[in-house]
């Protein structure tokens, strides 16, 4: 892959082999807060169980504080995309109704999935990957700032659960689970490497995903009502080639962060050619970038 090519020391490419080089355009940066409208549990690691501790905590970095990982929002949205575009098969001819992919994501490398996410075979990737998603850390409500480890207690609860014996009525297996509490916010950014216009779908396909999440769950025990969450102050952040070769300032839209999924998608479907104050475009992945070399 050829980054800012505009140096003299990368070597130039013969003039039929031109149409096939994988250039980067540019990042489009997605930026915001993860709120958490029910108590969620994304499971941690159980040799950290104390005595008196709980039997199940969320996940923690090495410094003890409290994230989503990049790779659990990630592979939630591509799930459920996948479910709605139909990459998520079963078998009608086995007994037993196994997934014809044993539910694993799909690795056609071909549809909108496999060229936002990746194929899960990794044989199959005709251009990079476009999406990166970050690891998203819980934040204060006023500030937005990471909430140290000495608060971290304020953001946490211990859920007991148990199950009722059918017969006796009585309480068995009692458990006790971690879980970050409803209110807590999470700050998330989601990368997408743009290589060519109609790239922006497949952005537009990830915030369906999201909106998808929205009436889903994060994290465990969904169906016992953890996890439910909401996307706020929402932006897109365009930065094209040009401003990593500090040619070019980056541009946000929409000027006001927003808490609506569907104005970023308006965003990426009806703005792209509007002016902002500085007579940019937020979208200028058109024609002449494509064949500025
Ligand atoms: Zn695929």
Redesign the pocket.
């Known amino acids: 892959m050829v980054f800012g090519d505009n140096t003299n020391n990368i070597p130039k490419v013969s003039e039929d082999s031109q149409d096939n080089r994988i250039l980067l355009k540019g990042k489009v940066i997605l930026e915001g807060i993860v709120e958490l409208q029910t108590g969620i549990h994304i499971g941690g690691n159980k040799e950290t169980l104390k005595i008196g501790g709980t039997d199940n905590p969320v996940i923690k970095d090495a410094n003890g504080l409290i994230y989503i990982p990049g790779s659990s929002l990630k592979g939630k949205i591509r799930s459920l995309l996948e479910k709605v575009y139909g990459?998520y098969k079963i078998d009608n001819d086995t007994k037993n109704r196994i997934p014809k992919n044993n539910g694993e994501p799909?690795?056609?490398?071909?549809?909108d999935?496999?060229q936002l996410f990746g194929?899960h075979n990794s044989n199959n990737i005709i251009k990079p990957p476009r999406v990166v998603v970050r690891d998203a850390y819980l934040v204060k409500k006023e500030n937005n700032e990471l909430v140290k480890l000495k608060e971290i207690n304020d953001y946490l609860e211990i859920k007991p659960e148990n199950m009722i014996d059918r017969l006796k009525g009585t309480a068995k297996h009692p458990r006790f689970t971690e879980r970050v509490v409803k209110g807590s916010r999470f700050k998330f950014e989601v990368v997408f490497n743009i290589y060519e216009k109609n790239d922006k779908e497949l952005i537009k396909k990830f915030i369906e995903g999201m909106k998808l999440l929205e009436d889903d769950y994060l994290g465990g025990s969904g169906s016992r009502g953890y996890g439910k969450i909401k996307f706020k102050e929402l932006k897109l952040i365009n930065r094209p080639k040009k401003y990593y070769e500090g040619n070019a300032n980056e541009i946000i839209m929409p000027n006001k962060p927003t808490d609506n999924l569907d104005e970023l998608i308006k965003i990426l479907d009806n703005d792209l050619d509007k002016k902002d104050d500085n007579d940019n475009n937020f979208w200028i992945y058109d024609q002449n970038d494509l064949n500025d070399n």
């Open positions: 990459t799909c690795e056609c490398g071909q549809c999935i496999c194929p």
